[in-house]
């Protein structure tokens, strides 16, 4: 009978440790979990205060003021446009109509290993 008081002492304290390790665990695995909630918090309200601050650098007329007080720009005036028919002519084109293109015969001269870098294939044996 002794034995097995002894034994069954052994187990219900060796279940109290078991049960003490698990609450042990789960109390550190909240206490992380709250952790990272205040990270995640603190991050969002750094985010949100960084999107404030760009909003109000941004600002169209913060902008304006930064460029007329810095920048010596004068505004566009109805007279500097110009009529389509005052352009320039098209300059003309060296290729013939019906020729080879002289940019792609440029490109067939080059020899296509020392402009890619590759080594040449292996030959077949027969």
């Not at 004068?74 to 013939?96: S, T």
């Amino acid at each position: 009978m002794r034995i097995i008081h002894l034994l069954v002492i052994g187990v219900l304290v060796f279940a109290a440790a078991y049960v003490y390790r698990i609450k042990m665990e789960s109390t550190a695995r909240t206490e992380r979990v709250l952790r990272l909630r205040a990270d995640v918090r603190e991050q969002r309200d750094a985010i949100a205060a960084l999107r404030a601050e760009w909003s109000r650098l941004d600002a169209p007329l913060r902008l304006q003021g930064l460029a007329e007080r810095h920048l010596d720009l004068k505004p566009v005036g109805a007279n500097q446009y110009d009529q389509l028919k005052n352009l320039p002519e098209r300059p003309p084109n060296y290729a013939r109509p019906g020729g080879p293109d002289p940019i792609g015969a440029m490109i067939e001269t080059i020899d296509s290993d020392v402009a890619t870098g590759s080594t040449p294939a292996a030959e077949a044996k027969p």
